[in-house]
């Protein structure tokens, strides 16, 4: 499902849709160019979930791994460090950050740059692959939403949909 964005609010919309879709051990893996927005989508879905205004929702690109208390759980991994390791090093990096015992213990995963440890953070992920323009092309910034296994189908299928959500923004 490709949902358009052409404004920061269209993205906070579709963040403010998921957000009460989600519930414990959810994986939401976020993919997309440097800048395509992923952390700002990581933002916007922790304060839709309640993660308290004065609580700083930034990129977690060296300590990996934040810890927030919304009305659940929320772990906020950026793995894009882990990317360029070999992969048995990622892997083994990977498991001690503890993400698939947080998911087992009921967070909900929020992952930027996840796509390539899929499987190793327990499958069945809901995946937000964001996508930038160049703003002369006169294409929009938009998001691509796809499920890899039932619960993120569900996840996928219960969003409004790409109109609704693009006719909400304007209000
Ligand atoms: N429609 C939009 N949706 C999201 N962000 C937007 C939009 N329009 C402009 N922006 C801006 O784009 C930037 C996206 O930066 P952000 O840090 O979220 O990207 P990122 O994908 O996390 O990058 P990185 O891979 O470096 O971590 C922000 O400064 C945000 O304000
Ligand atoms: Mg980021």
């Not at 700083?56 to 990317?83: C, K, M, N, W």
């Not at 995946?127 to 993120?152: E, F, K, N, W, Y």
């Amino acid at each position: 499902m490709k949902i358009e964005l052409p404004t920061r609010r269209h993205t906070t919309r579709l963040a403010g849709a998921l957000a009460p879709l989600l519930k414990p051990g959810d994986l939401v893996v976020l993919t997309g160019d440097l800048g395509a927005g992923k952390t700002f989508f990581a933002r916007a879905l922790c304060r839709a979930l309640g993660v308290p205004h004065e609580v700083p929702v930034t990129s977690p690109t060296f300590t990996l791994v934040h810890q927030l208390e919304g009305r659940l759980p929320i772990a906020h991994a950026d793995l894009y460090r882990l990317g360029s390791d070999t992969a048995d090093a990622s892997e083994g990096e990977l498991s001690q950050l503890g993400l698939r015992e947080l998911r087992a213990e009921g967070s909900a995963l929020l992952v930027e740059w996840g796509e390539p440890f899929l499987e190793a953070l327990g499958g069945d992920a809901l995946r937000i692959h964001l996508i930038t323009c160049p703003p002369d092309a006169g294409a929009q910034r938009a998001a691509v939403v796809s499920a890899t296994g039932p619960r993120s189908l569900v996840l996928l299928t219960s969003l409004p949909s790409p109109a609704t959500l693009r006719a909400s923004s304007g209000r």
